[in-house]
């Protein structure tokens, strides 16, 4: 299925762009900027978004890796830790 028109991307090559991204590096956080650069293109008018965004969700191997789950948690929480409480 063409999910954008105006840079003539299928279903298919978003797929084959993030197992190729994941097998190239396994911990790469995949965006739509880096599927669009590993074909080649960049966005154009943006409508495809959504749909291009759903197409990369549906696969499977668009997870964040294991070992960067949670950065931002324990960041945030090692923030609050060295803050004073007000009234101290």
């Known amino acids: 299925m063409i999910v954008c028109h105006c840079r003539n991307i299928t ?6 762009a993030i197992d190729w991204m994941r097998t190239a590096d396994p911990t ?3 965006t739509p900027g880096r599927i669009y650069h590993a074909l080649g293109k960049s966005a154009d008018c943006g409508g495809c978004m959504p749909l291009f965004l759903s197409t990369m969700r549906a696969n499977e191997r668009l ?4 070992e960067l789950r ?6 945030m929480g090692d923030a609050r830790h060295g803050r004073r409480q007000e009234g101290s």
Do not use: H, K, Q
Not at 63 to 66: I, K
Not at 70 to 75: F, I, S, V, Y
């Open 28 to 30: 790469t956080i995949i």
């Open 11 to 16: 279903d298919r090559d978003i797929n084959a």
């Open 70 to 75: 949670n950065l931002r948690a324990g960041a």
């Open 63 to 66: 997870e964040v890796p294991a």
